[in-house]
């Protein structure tokens, strides 16, 4: 059931079938690269792009701007307190500012951190601490037709092996990421981090949440885990978070804000320190590099994140996404996740080898057919992983409407129609960074016969 209505519009247009092959050709074939303004409908992310409420508008009227103490800062505190449990908050100035924040406080050189699957910021922020991601997903988190329940889950044997070979003294940091965005955004149960948590405790590790997703998790735990289903969204949030000795968390997901970060934790010391290092890198402990009104949008997001009507609209409408994209002969990973619909670029091209990037392929063709820009997760995005070549279709909250979905599901059809004539990729420029090059590595086709300007295409 819809759960708002417009009050302010954005005009969108799509640019014609010529300008959006130049553009992509100027991209260098990386999406990351294009204009906005030559987007269609934008899927690229669902960080910071959704829609604020008139009351978080209101909020940002309201909000303080006092360099220290402000009061906008002491509603976020309540806020965080009310909706996830935990009494000291450190403000950043987006999720991986907090990550910086708290991974640089508990990792040092030559530590491996566990995770149920990293998220790319979050692995390049692990080895910038000398420290070693290692993933510990499910086996079903990466077979797109598992229909489970819980494919996010945090393998507690996967967990076991790497300790006995590395030596639990050198795991001090056991992460859990709800939803498990870089596993198809699918949900964490509270059983499993109720296990992760004694786990942690076994090898006296700290246990992090990476909340970025909480509300959406929380939505699928009362929908999937029987002793649950009578719970609501919020108690669920309160519950899950509550296991854990620290958050972080990216307020342009489940904050319902376009910037925004901060860490959170109910540990004294940890706190400390954590408050030490954000003056270094983000801001006094009350601003935390955001501005005063972008805090007080937060503390009200917060709140919205949890209402029952938000939530369910929420996750009902990437569901529809998905449902309509599978009836219409795409491979979609089962089942459908919290944030995004991912699309198998392997079985739409299996004529397409790993190393030509399907999923690039696929992005580049939803992009020239109709103006419509995924993000691929696949080899491109995670070089030396054995994951399946995903395409994420992530939806902004509160943005889109099932005319948008109707479009994208059109050109997706007519991609998968012409499927033969799409060409792999090869890069011809990679950034210093491997674990970030998807953001700004070039490639070209690798056939010359790579449909071009006028080939196809919606009108
Ligand atoms: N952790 C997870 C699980 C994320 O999905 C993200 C961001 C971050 C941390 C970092 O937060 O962007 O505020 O610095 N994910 C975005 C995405 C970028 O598109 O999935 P940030």
Not at 164 to 170: H, K, T
């Amino acid at each position: 059931m819809v759960a708002y209505k417009s009050k302010v519009v954005e005009r969108i247009q799509l640019p014609s079938r010529e300008r959006r092959a130049t553009a992509l050709e100027e991209a260098g074939y990386n999406v990351f690269e294009l204009s906005a303004d030559d987007v269609f409908i934008d899927l690229l992310t669902d960080s910071g792009t959704g829609a604020m409420s008139d009351d978080q508008w209101a909020a940002l009227m309201r909000g303080d701007e006092a360099y220290a103490g402000s009061s906008s800062f002491d509603r976020l505190e309540s806020a965080v307190a009310d909706v996830m449990g935990f009494e000291h908050v450190v403000p950043t100035h987006q999720g991986r500012g907090a990550e910086n924040v708290l991974y640089g406080t508990l990792l040092s050189e030559g530590d491996v951190a566990l995770n149920n699957t990293h998220f790319d910021t979050t692995r390049a922020h692990v080895s910038n601490q000398g420290a070693d991601p290692v993933d510990c997903p499910v086996p079903a988190a990466h077979d797109p037709e598992a229909n489970e329940p819980f494919k996010g889950n945090f393998s507690l044997e996967r967990a076991r092996a790497v300790v006995d070979e590395v030596g639990a003294e050198r795991v001090p940091l056991v992460i859990l990421t709800v939803t498990n965005n870089s596993a198809a955004g699918q949900p964490v149960s509270v059983e499993n981090t109720r296990r992760v948590r004694a786990f942690a405790d076994e090898i006296d590790a700290a246990f992090v949440i990476d909340a970025c997703r909480f509300a959406e998790n929380a939505s699928f735990v009362t929908r999937r885990e029987d002793e649950y289903a009578d719970a609501t969204v919020a108690e669920v949030a309160r519950e899950q978070l509550g296991y854990a000795d620290a958050l972080v968390m990216s307020g342009k997901k489940d904050g319902l804000v376009n910037v925004g970060g901060f860490v959170a934790t109910d540990d004294e010391e940890l706190f400390e320190r954590c408050k030490q290092r954000a003056i270094l890198y983000e801001g006094f402990p009350t601003y935390g590099g955001m501005a005063g009104r972008d805090v007080a949008a937060m503390a009200v997001g917060l709140r919205e994140a949890v209402e029952e009507s938000y939530v369910e609209d929420r996750v009902e409408q990437v569901r529809e996404l998905g449902a309509m994209l599978e009836e219409a002969g795409l491979p979609v990973y089962e089942p459908v996740g919290g944030h995004a619909v991912y699309l198998d670029a392997g079985a739409t091209f299996p004529g397409i080898p790993a190393d030509e990037f399907p999923g690039q392929a696929l992005v580049c063709e939803l992009y020239r057919e109709g103006g419509v820009r995924g993000v691929e997760l696949g080899s491109f995005a995670f070089p030396e992983t054995d994951r399946p070549e995903l395409v994420r279709l992530a939806v902004p909250r509160r943005t889109y409407h099932r005319e948008h979905f109707e479009h994208v599901v059109e050109t997706a059809a007519a991609v998968l129609e012409r499927r033969e004539e799409v060409s792999g990729l090869e890069i011809v420029s990679d950034p210093a960074v491997p674990e970030l090059r998807h953001f700004s590595a070039a490639l070209e086709p690798v056939s010359a016969e790579a449909p071009t300007a006028v080939d196809g295409g919606l009108e």
